[in-house]
């Protein structure tokens, strides 16, 4: 008999796509769950549990051993340089990463650059040899520069409607995003039939899809 395994899921609207591609992989994930407010989703049937976190804790329960595995943006590891195992490229959630300001922006000395990714943001600048004072924020991150608190912001940008909305411009792509399967490193061992299956069927099904 194989172990249970303990995933922690990002709640919200990741969860749909990743459930559907688990449900499509084999595991009969119920589809009553993806509205639900439950916080554990036993999947007796499966050999999974879910464990439904914020997507950018995702990384810190699996690193911290909470959970086995985990599904997560490539976003996420990107800030936080988690010690976790990155095993797949899921292939969904997919956006960009990318410095976005007014249309009629001009460079100034020390820009301000607002964000949700300071490290993100800050290595990228100085990649480029730029001097930036990054302010951190937790949302709603296009305000900053309508209302002046920033020249630019770092994002990720999905569809673009909340530039179009908002009258602000793409100006850099920075890296893009997918959600990725991580592992802790000592259920990895300790697990490793499991996990192994479980990347197996969803590697399967992604190259079938790919095929199709
Ligand atoms: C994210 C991101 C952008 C938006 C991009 O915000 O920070 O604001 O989605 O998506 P779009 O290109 O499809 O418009 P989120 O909805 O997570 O909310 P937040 O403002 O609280 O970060």
């Known amino acids: 008999m194989q172990d249970v395994l303990k995933v922690a899921m990002p709640k919200g609207r990741i969860y749909k796509q990743a459930s559907k591609l688990f449900r499509e992989a084999g595991f009969p994930i119920p589809e009553d769950m993806d509205d639900s407010r439950k916080l554990i989703i036993p999947v007796p049937e499966a050999g999974l549990e879910f464990i439904m976190a914020k997507p950018v804790d995702v990384a810190t329960y699996v690193e911290y ?5 985990g599904v997560v943006g490539k976003d996420v590891l990107m800030e936080e340089n988690r010690d976790v195992y990155e095993l797949l490229d899921l292939g969904i959630a997919r956006c960009r990463m990318s410095v976005i300001g007014l249309p009629d922006w ?12 300071p490290n993100v943001a800050s290595q990228y600048f100085r990649e480029q040899g730029q001097q930036v004072e990054v302010i951190k924020l937790n949302g709603s991150i296009e305000l900053a520069p309508l209302i002046g608190l920033a020249d630019r912001i770092v994002d990720m940008v999905e569809t673009g409607q909340t530039l179009r909305e908002n009258g602000l411009v793409e100006q850099e792509q920075i890296f893009s995003i997918t959600s990725r ?23 399967q099904k992604m190259a079938s899809a790919g095929k199709a």
Do not use: F, H
């Not at 001009?106 to 990714?117: D, G």
């Open 181 to 203: 399967l991580i592992a802790n490193r000592v259920s990895y061992r300790m697990k490793n039939e499991s996990i192994q299956s479980l990347c197996d069927k969803l590697q």
């Open 106 to 117: 001009q460079p100034v000395l020390n820009p301000r650059v607002a964000t949700k990714y």
């Open 65 to 69: 051993g909470v959970a086995d595995i």
